[in-house]
């Protein structure tokens, strides 16, 4: 690993995706002291922090008829319905307390426009829209990323198969990550990131 041109990633590790968080990632707390640790050997750390509005259209609360973990087609294509979670402002959005959050030098907050859901660092899940972490990473001259975090089947894995197409060498940490494992959404994940180039490291 070359620190000048390599960042650690670290997935929304907030209390919602934690021990009794509104949607609690399995062994979720887990991360948190493994991801301390690695972030001693990266110069660049970033956080990505969900940030809903309240109403968000991936809220399960927002569609009758609907429950959490249902899917919906959106305007840009399949989406999960999930239960309200990591609100703007309240504690469930906060990162996890044990986290240390001293060493990151970028917070990403995603998911904030009402309309569409965000599970990548780097776009809306219209795969369009930018956040501008491609482009901070490429000002610091980055050119590998690793990445941990919650959920790896979800927000890492999106990350991951985005940062690879974004041209950046890609490695996850399944140990530093836990997956919700929705009807076979992990086994799914790990093969689209290992076709899209990302190597799973332990």
Request: hydrophobic fraction near 40%.
């Amino acid at each position: 690993m070359n620190t000048a041109t390599d960042a650690l990633i670290v997935v929304d590790v907030q209390n919602d995706f934690c021990s009794h968080g509104a949607l609690a990632v399995p062994d979720g707390d887990a991360v948190v002291p493994v991801i301390n640790e690695l972030a001693r050997d990266f110069a660049v750390v970033i956080l990505t922090q969900d940030w809903h509005p309240p109403g968000h259209s991936s809220f399960a609360s927002e569609h009758a008829d609907k429950s959490p973990f249902d899917t919906i087609i959106m305007p840009y294509g399949q989406q999960t319905l999930w239960p309200d979670h990591c609100v703007q402002g309240t504690r469930g959005a906060e990162f996890h307390p044990d986290l240390h959050t001293d060493r990151a030098q970028l917070v990403v907050r995603k998911g904030f426009r009402r309309a569409i859901d965000s599970y990548s660092a780097f776009f809306e899940n219209d795969q369009v829209t930018p956040t501008g972490l491609t482009g901070y990473l490429r000002e610091r001259r980055i050119t590998s990323v690793t990445l941990a975090g919650l959920a790896l089947d979800f927000c890492v894995h999106v990350s991951a198969v985005d940062a690879a197409r974004c041209g950046f060498e890609v490695r996850v940490l399944e140990h530093g990550s836990r997956a919700i494992d929705l009807d076979g959404s992990l086994a799914a994940a790990r093969d689209n990131m290992r076709s899209a180039g990302v190597r799973l490291a332990s």
